[in-house]
C-alpha cells in the first residue's frame, strides 16, 4: 500500500505528514505494507529541505527530517499511490485537475476521515507560523488514517 501526502511547496505540513505517517507505520509493525512519501503541487522549494519551523516542531516530538527534500508531484506519483492525502481545498482541486482521470478518486483531503469533519482543512503553517498546530491536526488524522489503510490488509 503507497500513501503519497500532499501540500503546496511540500516543506511544512507533507513532510511532517510523511515523517508523522513513517513513525506511525514503523510503530504499528508495518514497514514494507505500507510506504510513505510527500510531494508538493507546486515546484517552487523543489530540493529544499523543510522550512525550520517545521522542521524544529519535528525534532521536537523525536520525528527525523533525514531525506525529506521538497519535489513536486509527478504522473508516476499518481500510478504509484493508493492514497494520496492533501491538506486543503486548494491542493484537492490542483490535484484532481492534473490527476489521470482514472486515479482522482485516490485524492483525499486529510480530515476526511473524521465525521463532520470532511471539509476541513489544515491551514499552510508558512503562512500563520503555527507549526505546532499543524503537527496536532495531523496527529488528529493520521491515526484514523492508519486504521482505515490497515483494515484492507484484514
Known amino acids: 500500500m503507497n500513501v503519497l501526502f500532499v501540500c503546496l511547496g511540500n516543506i511544512c505540513r507533507s513532510p511532517m505528514a510523511e515523517a508523522m505517517f513513517k513513525q506511525m507505520v514503523d510503530e504499528a509493525g508495518l514497514n514494507g505494507k505500507i ?3 510527500s510531494a508538493g503541487t507546486s515546484n517552487e522549494e523543489e530540493g529544499n529541505g523543510p522550512h525550520p519551523g517545521a522542521a524544529k516542531t519535528m525534532h521536537a516530538h ?9 519535489r513536486p508531484i509527478t504522473r ?8 494520496i492525502i492533501c491538506m486543503d481545498n486548494m491542493n484537492k482541486y ?14 483525499h483531503l486529510a480530515y476526511e476521515v473524521i465525521p463532520g469533519k470532511e471539509d476541513q482543512e489544515i491551514p499552510d503553517p508558512w503562512y500563520t507560523h503555527r507549526f505546532e498546530d499543524t503537527y496536532n491536526s495531523l496527529n488528529e488524522t493520521l491515526p484514523l488514517w492508519l486504521d482505515k489503510i490497515t483494515k484492507e490488509f484484514s
Open 35 to 37: 510506504n510513505v512519501d
Open 62 to 70: 523525536g520525528l527525523s527530517t533525514d531525506g525529506l527534500i521538497s
Open 76 to 83: 508516476q506519483d499518481f500510478e504509484w499511490a493508493d492514497y
Open 94 to 107: 490542483n490535484l484532481q485537475r492534473i490527476a489521470p482521470a482514472q486515479d482522482r478518486d485516490k485524492v
